[in-house]
Each structure stands twice: as C-alpha cells, then as structure tokens.
C-alpha cells in the first residue's frame, strides 16, 4: 500500500477519515491521545472494539432500517504498520490548524 494514494479528507466524532485517489474506498481512523508505552495493547483492544460495535449496528440496526442499497456497514481491517505510519506522517500535514496535534490515529474501519 502507498501512503500517497490516499488523501486527507476531514475530522470529526474522534475519527479522521481519508480517501483513495483512484477507488472508491475510505478509511476511518479512530483518534485516541497518546497513551503510556505500556498501555498500547491495551488501546489497540479497546479500538477494535469500539469500530467492531460501529459495523455492528450499521449493519444490524441501520442497514435494515434504511435498507441494503443505501447503507455498507464497512468492516474492520488490519493495516501494515509501516502503511499507518507513513500516511499519519502525510496527514499531519493536511491537517488542519485547529486539530490536536498530540492525537494519534489507530484502528481502522474502512
């Protein structure tokens, strides 16, 4: 994966969001502060988690409410570590001004 295929998109709900350049697919990030060395795994978990209840009720709460065609629940992938880093590098500086500096991204629901 390219870090340089993707484009900053926009913050909000603790997430930040970019976009493929060429296809039709996004990634949202779950924005988290920076947490003790010794607490990462435990950060890790607990964002996975929290986009696995996402997907979960877009898909058993919204997907039948407002039907298949008009909603995708996404899913929760696991990126290449290296892929994360470099794009979080790129992104920094597209984001905006106002935005936490001292907020990482973690955790994916793409």
């Known amino acids: ?3 340089n295929e993707w484009k900053y998109h926009g913050e909000g709900n603790k997430s930040l969001v970019v976009s493929h350049v060429e296809h039709s697919q996004v990634l949202r990030f779950l924005k988290y ?13 607990e964002a996975f988690g929290h986009l696995q209840n996402i997907v ?6 919204m997907k039948p409410f407002l039907g298949e065609n ?3 629940h996404g899913n929760v992938v ?4 290296g892929f994360v ?3 979080s590098l790129k992104v ?3 984001r905006p001004g106002k ?9 994916i629901f793409l």
Do not use: C, I, W
Request: hydrophobic share 25%.
């Open 1 to 3: 994966m390219d870090e």
């Open 33 to 45: 502060p920076a947490e003790e060395p010794g607490n990462s795994h435990k950060a890790a978990k």
């Open 56 to 61: 979960d009720f877009s898909k058993n709460v």
């Open 70 to 72: 008009y909603v995708h």
């Open 78 to 81: 696991h990126l290449p570590l």
């Open 85 to 87: 880093r470099q794009l």
């Open 92 to 94: 920094e500086q597209e």
């Open 99 to 107: 935005s936490f500096r001292n907020t990482y991204f973690g955790g």
